[in-house]
């Protein structure tokens, strides 16, 4: 098993893209919890769809430690200022900063999401910037190959959390980064996917109506009942993530 795990998904492709880094996530000598399935949020649980829509439960791929499920709620997201940007684009803050913000509470209706102001206070933190190239090696060629440019990303590490009383959970934690420099109606859409992304859906749905569509549209979908179906899928399911490691 990696010690170290880090995923990039990205919208505007229907590649998954993967990477190692090294994150300090996991001591080697770590015991894992077992797989176990939390409690349904509350709003998950009274969740139904009337429409019998279906979901795309099949697509989402659970990682080495389960589904990515978040126990602790509400979810804590940073959304980066627009004083702390770097960008040049200073005009397009605002309306970033409020598109973010928009899909932050569009997405809190179904799971509990509380916007922080400190990046060392979340479980999710969401950047101003354009996610960089990473080239991937092509196994037919032996090259390094650039993909296209992408105009947002998501990342997951876990961790091991401590708690004032003792225990030790293994956690994760989001960087998401959304490029500024995309036009404005296409920002929201991308936050939404992103954020969807975020809170467990580790895949695509092959349907233009849903948000979490494998590839920007001209007409970008709200969050549909196919996309809370399948959070509700993921949610349902077993994980270590959440869990108290064994004791020794």
Known sequence: MPRNLTIALAICTAILIMAVDRLAAMPAEAKLPPLQAHPLPATLAQWQDTTKSGDYFSEVKPTEMGYLVWSQLPVKVYVQKQEESAATNSERSPKWIEAVLQAVQ???VYLPLEVVNSPDRADIKIWRSRPPLRATLNPSTGRFELPRVRSAETLYEFYLRKFPNSATVLSQRFN?????NQAPDYILPSARHELGHALGIWGHSPLETDSLYFAQV??????????INTLKRIYEQPTRIGWSLPES
């Open 176 to 180: 998401i980064q959304i490029s500024p």
């Open 218 to 227: 001209r007409h970008p979908a709200p969050i549909s009942s196919r996309d």
């Open 106 to 108: 569009e997405w809190s």
